[in-house]
């Protein structure tokens, strides 16, 4: 089943975006899930992850900054990133963790110094 990110934009530095994540099929239940991204000229790399304990893991450089949660009423998740800086733009993904399955379109994200 394939993560379908939004809520991507353009905002400035120390400013917050509100990433969401849904299943592409409304059936599939969202259980460890990760947020990914991709910077320009840089690998795709895993940011922040959630398993099906609720437990959560960050990269250092957004350890303080984003909190990543589930909603599983919505059967959502989400990204919660705060005091964004220019490092941490790229396009953003939603994925199975630790195995990802298909990418989606991502979402892109941009901050200006």
């Known amino acids: 089943v394939q993560l379908q990110a939004s809520g991507g934009g353009l905002v400035q530095a120390g400013e917050s975006l509100r990433l969401s994540c849904v299943p592409s099929?409304?059936?599939?239940?969202?259980?460890?899930i990760g947020w990914y991204r991709q910077a320009p000229r840089n690998n795709r790399e895993l940011v922040a992850s959630i398993n099906m304990r609720g437990e959560t893991y960050y990269i250092p450089s957004v350890k303080g900054r984003f909190t990543i949660s589930k909603d599983n009423a919505r059967n959502s998740m989400n990204l919660q990133m705060n005091n964004l800086t220019f490092d941490d733009t790229a396009v953003y993904y939603c994925?199975?963790?630790?195995?990802?399955?298909?990418w989606g379109q991502g979402t892109l994200v941009t901050v200006s110094s």
């Open positions: 099929e409304v059936t599939f239940s969202v259980n460890s």
């Open positions: 994925n199975h963790f630790p195995i990802p399955g298909p």
